[in-house]
């Protein structure tokens, strides 16, 4: 059984940053895709970013240049680096552990509120 716990999250001035964190358990973690997905009130959940297991990543393009992810497979977690933080970036945060064969797992979410 996999379980994700994310953290990291809280409120931040447009501008600053924050590291949001994923840590899962199993022993599927290396072998899978992580990403991360946000939904803010009245919106649809979408992609933010994703990493595959051979370190390939892929963003949205409204968080490029500003948003870094990455995964240290030794500790099982991955990372969402985001600075200039945007209120637009404002939303509940997810990670989603994505294996190459089964169902793919979600966190519980973090809120991320960003002021300006």
């Known amino acids: 059984q996999v379980q994700l716990v994310e953290s990291g999250g809280g409120l931040v001035q447009a501008g600053g940053s924050l590291r949001l964190s994923c840590a899962a358990s199993?022993?599927?973690?290396?072998?899978?895709?992580m990403a991360w997905y946000r939904q803010a009130p009245g919106k649809q959940r979408e992609t933010v970013a994703l990493?595959?297991?051979?370190?390939?990543?892929n963003y949205a393009d409204s968080v490029k240049g500003r948003f870094t992810i990455s995964r240290d497979n030794a500790k099982n977690t991955v990372y969402l680096q985001m600075n200039s933080l945007k209120p637009e970036d404002t939303a509940v945060y997810y990670c989603?552990?994505?294996?190459?064969?089964?169902?793919?797992?979600w966190g519980q979410g973090t809120q991320v509120t960003v002021s300006s």
């Open positions: 989603k552990l994505q294996p190459a064969v089964g169902r793919d797992y």
């Open positions: 199993g022993n599927i973690f290396t072998v899978s895709t």
């Open positions: 990493i595959t297991n051979a370190g390939a990543t």
